[in-house]
């Protein structure tokens, strides 16, 4: 085995190329990292928005999208008195009406933006029980109840959104009643109105939908109510089958980061791959040298692995200090709100081992090529 | 001397493993019919036979009729595990597959083409009930040949909770028509 510090030295030998591996480590390690950060990010916010005991009432056709599923208004009050089973708090159902539409708003001094709206009734706070209100109340008529993560979308300061501040919609101005946390879910990123505000703003006499929250994760009684019913033309779907239908969607997103990641990473490798090459061609000799004084050339192979990882581990470990501090927490926008990136164990490791697959991927074919010439033929390389 | 020990336990588990693969059931045995949804399979008089679109305004809850028609006229007409069908109206409900070019629906048994008011007209909802009022937790799809678009003939009782617009029947018997 060579001496440890003997990596090391080599290591400094030549500080352009400890920096070119040492940053090109760091790149591709913080891509990974971003990759998985948005990856998981987005991922946990879909599949935490929906609630096993919840189900919602689609149009039969847009089983896909709540925006562009109508159905009769009464289908609320008709499932409200048929379907068993559903939840009851003070002798009301938790049955909600709602209408979700992507509008324009204007907060003061920012750009009109388009963002979800979601027009309720009371009952919605019966259906979504991981609601809290942090500020202030429940929307009234004339009023709008952002979520806390809705200053991202609305493109102001965190601290501008609060209860009293006005934000403009069809030409009025709605006074923001309250902010509310529904944590990690999309409702986070929405701003919810009052469902006859709403209706009449988008002229729509219809719903977009209606979600039940039943006493147990059975909804048998649901899909027998959607086919009784069919003059409603109902579709019935879980809200957590409708999320996950949204995960899916959303999947090729998802697949793009990591593709970026792994082209970026390839072109770091092939880029170090060259470093590597022209630095251990220089050291043919030298490597042959050792081979002479009795060391192996598995020990040599061993010493540059050692080398080359060093460098990239501390590529990765700054990537990783780096990911921490700038990119843990990011709020990130899409179109079905926002969420934020998440840094979690599983990610940090997949940074690190990037780190480690680099050093080793991208050591051994120009350490092989320096070793696997015969003695003789190396020694004479020098010359 | 351990491998020697090894090899005939390991032999003996081997064997013992195919002997229970081979002894299972098959996989694909129908299930069986609940004798309930069973005895409703009868011959069913045609005499006074009624059409859907004017029955869902002409009979009240508790009336009985004999109706005939098509399974057909949603995208589902069957709810798993529950004995419960849409039955659709010949006259009134075209199915994609009776269509010029029935290739352009992938659903031929829905009625996608025709208006939605035609289809909510032309459609009753037939159920199974067990003696407490409750749908038969068993699905009617493939049990004595109630297929998508299979001609129906069915006697039954206007439900209770049926009205003008949603039509819901109990069956009391039915027929599958050649």
């Known amino acids: 085995m060579l001496p440890f510090r003997y990596a090391i030295r080599n290591l400094f030998r030549d500080p352009m190329r400890l920096l070119q591996t040492l940053l090109g480590s760091l790149l591709v390690t913080l891509l990974v990292m971003g990759a998985g950060a948005f990856n998981q990010g987005m991922t946990r916010m879909l599949s935490a928005s929906g609630d096993p005991l919840n189900v919602i009432l689609l149009g039969a056709g847009s089983e896909e999208s709540l925006q562009r599923s109508e159905i009769p208004d009464k289908a609320a009050g008709i499932a409200a008195s048929t379907i068993p089973g559903i939840q009851e708090r003070a002798g009301r159902s938790a049955v909600s009406p709602e209408l979700h539409f992507m509008g324009y708003l204007q907060a003061p001094d920012a750009e009109r933006v388009q963002i979800l709206l979601r027009g309720v009734k009371a009952e919605a706070l019966m259906v979504y029980p991981e609601l809290s209100l942090l500020e202030g109340r429940f929307p009234r008529a004339g009023e709008l109840m952002p979520g806390r993560m809705a200053w991202k979308s609305l493109g102001i300061p965190q601290e501008d959104l609060k209860p009293g501040m006005l934000l403009e919609f069809e030409g009025q101005s709605f006074r923001v009643s309250g902010i509310f946390a529904a944590p990690g879910t999309v409702m986070e990123s929405e701003i919810w109105a009052d469902l006859n505000d709403l209706r009449t703003l988008t002229q729509r006499d219809s719903l977009s939908g209606v979600t039940l929250r039943m006493q147990s994760p059975d909804h048998r009684e649901v899909k027998l109510f959607s086919t009784r019913r069919r003059n409603l033309e109902l579709s019935v779907v879980p809200e957590q089958e409708y999320y996950a239908g949204l995960a899916h969607f959303y999947a090729p997103i998802r697949g793009m980061t990591w593709v970026t990641a792994l082209l970026i990473g390839v072109g770091a490798l092939a880029g170090g791959l060259n470093t590597l090459y022209a630095a251990f061609a220089s050291r043919i000799a030298e490597l042959a040298t050792l081979q002479t004084l009795g060391y192996s050339r598995a020990a040599i192979l061993l010493s540059l692995i050692q080398e080359a990882l060093m460098a990239c581990l501390l590529g990765s470990l700054l990537a990783l200090t780096l990911a921490l501090q700038f990119l843990d927490g990011l709020t990130v926008s899409f179109s079905m709100g926002s969420f934020q990136l998440d840094m979690s164990p599983g990610v940090v490791l997949a940074g690190l081992l990037t780190g480690l697959f680099l050093g080793v991927l991208g050591t051994l074919p120009p350490a092989l090529r320096c070793l696997v010439p015969p003695l003789p033929a190396a020694l004479r390389s020098a010359g | ?178």
């Not at chain 2, 199915?95 to 032309?122: N, Y």
């Open chain 2, 1 to 178: 001397m351990k491998t020697k020990t090894i090899l005939p336990v390991l032999a003996a588990l081997l064997l013992a493993a195919c002997g229970k693969e081979a002894s299972a059931p098959p996989s694909s045995a129908a299930p069986e019919i609940d004798p309930r949804i069973d005895a409703l399979f009868m011959e069913i008089s045609a005499e006074k036979l009624a059409k859907i679109p004017e029955a869902r305004h002409s009979h009240s809850v508790k009336d009985e009729l004999v109706l005939e028609g098509r399974i057909m006229g949603a995208m589902d007409l069957f709810v798993d595990g529950h004995a419960m069908f849409v039955l659709g109206d010949m006259e009134t409900v075209t199915p994609c597959i009776d269509m010029p070019d029935p290739s352009h629906c992938d659903t031929p048994w829905d009625a996608c083409c025709d208006p939605k008011e035609l289809r909510i007209q032309g459609t009753a909802t037939v159920q199974v009930l067990d003696e407490q009022g409750q749908v038969i937790p068993q699905g009617l799809e493939g049990v004595n040949g109630l297929e998508k678009l299979s001609k129906v003939r069915v006697k039954a009782q206007v439900a209770a909770g049926s009205d003008g617009e949603a039509f819901i029947l109990n069956a009391l018997a039915l027929q599958v028509l050649p």
